[in-house]
């Protein structure tokens, strides 16, 4: 019988090349994508500095602005960091702990819209600062939902064998 478990170093392996493939679409969709507004030609300073700003707007401009244009903006950015809180737990031995993920995804963050602020590509945002980190900790809480499920159904599994 051909066993279809994948050792845990292969899983690993597999968990580093994605979580590379990610950092690198995320950071073309940060910088680069001419379809999340990068062009490059603003020469100007955007920033928000105040929570729920941003959110505010869109939500109540929403007929103008188009539903793509609010989903994008609010759930786009959870979406976007969810994969980074669910890598950062499966790829590091010592960095399984939810606060621990929830810091790493805020200065990751941190570090891109300062990027984007310094370089005049989008705007530094408070509101893209706490959606991002909220979509870490999701990331890293389904991980250990996922992880839990798993040892459950290995659990099982031994029992029966």
């Known amino acids: 019988m051909i066993s279809m478990a994948v050792n845990k170093k292969t899983r690993h392996r597999i968990a580093l090349l994605l979580f590379g493939a990610y950092l690198i679409l995320l950071f073309y969709f940060l910088f680069f994508s ?3 507004g990068r062009s490059g030609t603003d020469a100007e300073y955007h920033y928000n500095l105040t929570p729920f700003l941003e959110i505010k707007r869109f939500l109540k401009y929403r007929d103008v602005l ?9 759930f786009g950015n959870v979406i976007a960091f969810m994969p980074f809180g669910f890598f950062v737990p499966m790829i590091t031995k010592w960095h399984k702990n939810i606060a621990y993920v929830t810091l790493y995804s805020f200065e990751l963050s941190l570090l891109a819209e300062t990027m984007q602020l310094v370089f005049k590509i989008g ?5 893209d600062l706490m959606l991002n980190t909220l979509g870490g900790l999701c990331g890293c809480i389904i991980y250990h ?3 839990r499920i798993r040892s459950m159904y290995h659990g099982i599994r031994k029992k029966k064998a």
């Open 123 to 127: 705007s530094f945002d408070i509101d």
């Open 66 to 74: 188009g539903p793509e244009a609010v989903f994008l903006n609010i």
């Open 145 to 147: 939902i996922m992880r």
């Open 34 to 36: 001419e379809a999340m």
